[in-house]
């Protein structure tokens, strides 16, 4: 009872640490609460009216919103195994590196759950996919594994995050019986995720771009990339701006990693890419489609080669001890990892799966303004959660925000 | 024109070749977990629509509605006399909504006679006004591919949209696609809320009332026969066929996938699907699998048959051949 009444006092207390803060902070707010705002009037009009506002079609019947949940899917997957090299090399502060992932993590998932509710033509009857008060068609459907994965995942996240916070809060040390078994399963549970997002395209023999026992370790490795991207950006943006006190060793010993896996990335695509030149089958298609477009039709040839040409350019960024080390580099490199993953693990593993279609039809598809504007209120939307969860936990970190002390003002 | 069929008694032992899957009828022991699983969603759900739906206790209904294999008979009485109404006052005209179950001992096959398909597409056209698909925008169940002669099946090769005046044009064959029915139905796997099966006849439907609308199945179809209702379909009411069937050619509402169903509301009855009726060519073959007198058991026999994509296993019951 004593308990209860004191997590609802740190509730309350939370809530009044995110509704206030300094200018930029409220601008930054006010910004991101505008753009979900497009979102929102967008999607009110694309229930009124449809997926027809959307650009997706029979020949293409997933797009833009289903290219960017599997892109955060890897975002949430990958910060969460960035815990492994934190106990491996026993990062200072591993706390605050495990919270930060987990609570990008959190973000990226409800990102993920945004986009598949903006990309169902019922949105009413979501509740059937719920499990017990649905019906899942488990263990059949890759669609009612994801669902399963990923909220488990959200919960084990949220769990650990809230419990954690609360007992920083409380200036007590939290039971390592309670924290560890959780977080050591939220790593293979952060594979899963992935791992079954990417078998939800490879069980489709009917679509021979995504029909390839590559595109789950491709998946994995992309996530290694582009997911501490973000965080290592994150983390030299937290301790400029708070006394929170990361290591530059962490930072380094993080882009040395990324390094690796941006090598493991681009071998397991160039080998997809022998592959599919050298044998040269009918299949072909799809991949001549993105990359030198298909009879006239070239919409994704640039964004294509644009993404080899990021991620080639910050694979020899990351690997240079030299601009590894040097923080523009570095920064650019991140950048570029990032645009090449976003471009590659999103339209262009979902449009030419699609291109041509089954019946050699091909439909050139390229995102309407409703779906832009959607997709921009759901990033916001992410954005804001990230920004809160964080207006809450860092000052935790810092041991500012505790049971005993005054609220902290600012940042 | 709608001549019957079907011989009355289908091959003794049928049972062992039926196909795997849903039956149109609630089994036993599926009842007791499905009315423990109507208990909690009705809790949980009846709060959240109360507030979705405000006062209306009609769209209340509609959005509890369960799975058709949950239903019992007389809930899927109550549903169709509802949608009755619905669709009679709709549509100015008297609507009956049939819920013909699968006959015993009947596996339905179609057969589609390449050499004499012309091209003319009156199929695709009879189809859109059997079963009632949306005019605008435009859905059509069947898709004819135009394919050159010197390249054979290839569907690098193939379009739909051609135009002449006259078909069929010189050095070009004619491949009409639609659902193929498969045995191992890709379709069917995927749907995560199990709003697709396989009928007892062959027939893979679709429950429009449960569908979320999330079109993995149309990702996992080979053969494009999936389609979406991408805006609120638009039927004009006096193109509206009224003798419809609950898991085929009822009215759609927007947001769900529709497909070919052999036309579950003909040949349940022993008819004719629309599109071999109206075939000009006789290019379309249609009858029972499992009576060795049938039309299309004489074709396997004394033609050739091939089906579309064999290397992906889906066993279809669409067979093509070569008449002449």
């Known amino acids: 009872m004593e308990k209860a009444r004191s997590f609802w006092r740190f509730i309350q207390k939370s809530v009044r640490l995110v509704v206030t803060g300094n200018r930029y902070y409220y601008a930054w707010v006010v910004f991101l609460l505008l753009v979900m705002g497009f979102g929102v009037a967008a999607y009110v009009r694309q229930i009124k009216y449809g997926l027809i506002l959307t650009h997706m079609r029979d020949q293409v019947s997933w797009g833009f919103y289903i290219g960017n949940f599997t892109f955060l899917v890897g975002i949430a997957a990958a910060a969460v195994m960035l815990v492994i090299p934190a106990y491996i090399y026993n990062w200072k502060p591993i706390k605050e590196i495990t919270l930060l992932g987990e609570i990008l993590a959190l973000a990226a998932l409800v990102m993920c759950l945004g986009f598949v509710l903006v990309d169902i033509g019922r949105p009413d009857r979501f509740w059937h996919i719920i499990p017990f008060v649905g019906l899942l068609n488990f263990p059949s459907s890759m669609l009612s594994w994801d669902v399963l994965v990923l909220n488990g995942y959200l919960f084990i996240n949220w769990a650990v995050v809230t419990y954690m916070l609360f007992c920083a809060y409380q200036g007590k040390p939290y039971r390592k019986g309670l924290v560890y078994p959780l977080v050591i399963l939220s790593i293979p549970w952060a594979v899963s995720i992935h791992t079954i997002t990417a078998f939800l395209y490879n069980a489709l023999p009917a679509r021979p771009f995504w029909n390839a026992s590559i595109l789950a370790p491709r998946f994995l490795a992309s996530a290694f990339c582009s997911g501490p991207a973000i965080l290592l950006i994150l983390l030299q943006v937290l301790r400029k701006m708070t006394r929170l006190e990361i290591t530059d060793q962490a930072i380094f010993k993080i882009a040395e990693l990324m390094a690796y896996a941006m090598g493991i990335n681009l071998f397991l695509q160039g080998a997809e890419i022998f592959k599919e030149f050298y044998s040269h089958t009918e299949h072909f298609v799809f991949t001549q489609y993105l990359y030198f477009g298909f009879h006239g039709h070239n919409t994704l040839v640039p964004y294509a080669w644009a993404s080899v040409l990021c991620g080639v350019a910050a694979f020899l960024l990351f690997l240079l001890p030299r601009t590894r080390r040097n923080w523009v580099t570095l920064n650019i490199g991140c950048v570029l990892i990032y645009s090449s993953v976003y471009i590659e693990k999103g339209m262009g593993l979902i449009i030419p799966g699609f291109t041509p279609s089954t019946l050699g039809e091909i439909y050139e598809y390229v995102p309407s303004w409703t779906e832009i504007k959607i997709a921009m209120g759901i990033f916001a939307l992410g954005f804001l959660v990230f920004t809160f969860m964080l207006k809450v936990a860092v000052p935790i970190m810092l041991g500012e925000f505790t049971k005993a002390g005054n609220q902290p003002t600012g940042t | ?324």
């Open chain 2, 1 to 324: 024109m709608s001549k019957k069929f079907l011989s009355r008694n289908g091959a003794p032992g049928e049972d062992s070749t039926r196909p795997e899957g849903g039956s149109a009828v609630p089994e036993q022991d599926d009842a007791e977990s499905a009315s423990r699983r109507k208990f909690i969603g009705t809790t949980v759900l009846a709060a959240g629509a109360a507030m979705l739906a405000g006062p209306g206790s009609l769209a209340i209904e509609e959005f509890l509605q369960r799975n058709f294999h949950e239903l019992s008979k007389q809930d899927l009485k109550e549903i169709i006399a509802r949608l009755e109404k619905q669709y009679s006052t709709e549509y100015g005209k008297k609507v009956r909504v049939g819920d013909e179950p699968a006959m015993p001992g009947v596996l339905f096959g179609y057969g589609l006679d390449l050499s004499r398909c012309v091209g003319c597409r009156r199929c695709v056209y009879a189809c859109v006004a059997e079963n009632n698909q949306s005019r605008d925008p435009q859905i059509q169940w069947i898709r004819v591919l135009q394919m050159d002669k010197d390249k054979g099946v290839d569907l690098a090769h193939a379009t739909c949209y051609y135009d002449p005046k006259e078909v069929p044009e010189e050095g070009h064959f004619y491949m009409p696609v639609q659902c193929h029915q498969c045995r191992n139905p890709p379709c069917v796997r995927v749907c995560p809320v199990k709003a697709t099966w396989q009928e007892p006849d062959g027939i893979t439907v679709i429950d429009y009332n449960w569908c979320i609308g999330c079109r993995y199945c149309m990702a996992a179809c080979p053969y494009g026969a999936r389609h979406f209702n991408w805006g609120l379909p638009h039927l004009p009411s006096d193109e509206m066929n009224p003798e419809t069937h609950y898991l085929g050619n009822r009215p759609r509402p927007k947001g769900v996938v529709e497909k070919c169903t052999f036309c579950i509301q003909r040949t349940r009855k022993g008819r004719y699907p629309a599109c071999v009726e109206i075939c000009p060519t006789g290019s379309r073959k249609f009858g029972n699998l499992l009576d060795p007198n049938s039309e299309i058991r004489y074709i396997m026999e004394h033609k050739r048959v091939f089906i579309f994509k064999e290397q992906l296993n889906t066993q279809p019951k669409f067979y093509y051949f070569y008449g002449v």
